[in-house]
T-cell receptor, first 114, second 114 residues
């Protein structure tokens, strides 16, 4: 069951440019979305989240956009830095479908080229 | 900064053996989770734990798995009779009450079943 999908397994971006990572979901009950970043040999690190009552949330260089009608969200990183190179996971949850667990996508490996 | 810790970082075991993976959640957190990631696949929810009992579990979490909070700090995952397909990274996560879904992950334990 792929309720959360990240269709791009990898993305390469030049340093200083914008990185856009995409995520789609199928479960219309999801109402809270998160992005996690993962370096090798480390656990996922929480990055930014958005509630379905919003369509945008910004935190420094990171902005998440949510399009509920399209069941799509994206993470924008501007400007991209070499230290941003990692695997990025989109995750979702809902009070309706289980208040505790997160549903993860398969991840997108971002490489920022100096 | 408080963090979730996990031991061991790597566990090698033979098929049919019991393993116990250990986690120390962040001290003021009340919700605890185990997830796993098979190589190349997405992070999958196993079980959540709150108020000294399982609050939710996935179909992966069958009778071979159990969790325990033996004292005020540790949270363990036991696999009674390991199978080859149990080989994966196992992540522990925790979150505080009132913070919706922002789970904080440990660095993971790599379990290799031979």
């Amino acid at each position: 069951d792929q309720q959360v999908k990240q269709n791009s397994p990898s993305l390469s971006v030049q340093e200083g440019r914008i990185s856009i990572l995409n995520c789609d979901y199928t479960n219309s009950m999801f109402d809270y979305f998160l992005w996690y970043k993962k370096y090798p040999a480390e656990g996922p690190t929480f990055l930014i989240s958005i509630s379905s009552i919003k369509d945008k949330n910004e935190d420094g260089r990171f902005t998440v956009f949510l399009n509920k009608s399209a069941k799509h969200l994206s993470l924008h990183i501007v400007p991209s830095q070499p230290g941003d190179s990692a695997v990025y996971f989109c995750a979702a949850n809902s009070d309706q479908t289980g208040a505790n667990n997160l549903f993860f996508g398969t991840g997108t490996r971002l490489t920022v080229i100096p | 900064e408080p963090e979730v810790t996990q031991t061991p970082s790597h566990q090698v075991t033979q098929m049919g053996q019991e393993v116990i993976l250990r986690c120390v959640p962040i001290s003021n957190h009340l919700y605890f989770y185990w997830y796993r990631q098979i190589l190349g696949q997405k992070v999958e929810f196993l079980v959540s734990f709150y108020n000294n009992e399982i609050s939710e579990k996935s179909e992966i979490f069958d009778d071979q798995f159990s969790v325990e909070r033996p004292d005020g700090s540790n949270f363990t995952l036991k696999i009674r009779s390991t199978k080859l397909e149990d080989s994966a990274m196992y992540f522990c996560a925790s979150r505080e009450a009132g913070t919706r879904y922002e789970q904080y992950f440990g660095p993971g334990t790599r379990l290799t079943v031979t």
